[in-house]
């Protein structure tokens, strides 16, 4: 005896519905596997340490308080003597007009 594919296709639609799985007749590829598989954020999240807080973290908790952060200091020196010889970060574009002057825009 041969079962109608009609009949077939409403047995694994109830099916589906009763197993709460997902109803793909076609058999396309629909990413289910992936969704249901455990999220990994939180696992990575846990193996790496807690961070510890810096010196910009005082600066924002306590903004009266006068702390040294020779990191910083260091950066922006090197910042500053780059700028002196030209090779700091150019300077940014204030308007539409500033760009099209500069040669700024769509490339044809």
């Excluded at 922006?76 to 002057?101: H, M, N």
Aim: net charge positive; hydrophobic share 30%; glycine share 8%.
């Amino acid at each position: 005896m041969v079962v109608p594919r009609s009949r077939l296709l409403e047995l694994t639609k109830v099916q589906c519905r009763i197993f709460s799985s997902n109803f793909n007749p076609d058999g396309l590829r629909m990413g289910t596997k992936v969704l249901r598989q455990r999220l990994k954020g939180p696992s990575v999240a846990a193996y790496y340490p807690k961070r510890w807080p810096t010196y910009r973290d005082l600066r924002k908790l306590y903004p009266d308080l006068d702390t040294w952060d020779d990191d910083e200091e260091e950066r922006l020196e090197a910042i500053q003597i780059a700028k002196s010889r030209g090779k700091g970060a150019p300077k940014k574009k204030r308007t539409a007009e500033e760009s099209k002057k500069m040669g700024g825009g769509k490339k044809r």
